[in-house]
């Protein structure tokens, strides 16, 4: 399943959720549900930073931007978040120590689409969140809360698709699509070199034909290969 823990608001237009079967719209993994994540395309050029702070010096600055020019809809986004962190355990290697667990995430993010035609649209989005942090851990054998200062988190996601969007006449459209995903998460307890670690990729491709037979009504079929 997909990982949101690390996953900033960065370059979002919209985030759409829906229940039940959505495999006509979205291909046959959507049978419970869909959490569609739409990218920014602006229609006018724009630029925003911004920073914020707060206890257990946490830190998050970003920097967005895009714009639109010449049938070229462009959008950027990077954004870093440290926090100092805090812990429910004390150093076992070092009892008079409170230890803290900090939480680090570096996102980037972008969009791209151009208009060739009014009916004829390519585009390609791209995205890459990459988190660090310390944790706590327990007792094997008591399972008590334990902290034993060494134990690190690392996670990277990284993905993008690549699409085409063609509305040949007013009753007609279809769109092409290709997505690819590589999720690493990796675990380990430093000095010691134990580590276990987990690394996933799926490559997708989607073609869906839209029939808009009365102004409400539309007729969908596609095919789509995982």
Known sequence: SFDFANLPFDNIQQIEMTRGPQGALYGSDAIGGLINIESKKPDKAFMEAGIEAGSFKTLDVGVYFGGYEKGLH?????????????????????????????????SFAGRVDYEIRDNLTVGATLRNVYGWHRYDDSDPVTWALRD???????????????????????????????????????????????????????????????????????????????
Request: hydrophobic share 30%; charged share 20%.
């Open 74 to 106: 462009y959008s950027l986004a990077y954004s870093q978040f440290n926090a100092r962190g805090i812990s429910s355990a004390d150093s076992n290697t070092n009892p008079s120590v409170h230890e803290v667990d900090p939480y680090v995430r570096k």
């Open 148 to 226: 034993n200062d060494q134990l690190i988190g690392k996670t990277n996601l990284f993905l993008y698709s690549v699409y085409v969007e063609h509305q040949q006449i007013e009753q007609y459209d279809y769109s092409i699509r290709y997505s690819y995903m590589d999720n690493f998460r990796q675990d380990f307890d430093y000095p010691a070199g134990l580590s276990d670690w987990y690394d996933g990729s799926a490559a997708r491709f989607d073609f869906q034909n839209n029939f808009h037979i009365l102004e409400y009504d539309i007729f969908t079929i596609g095919y789509d290969y995982i």
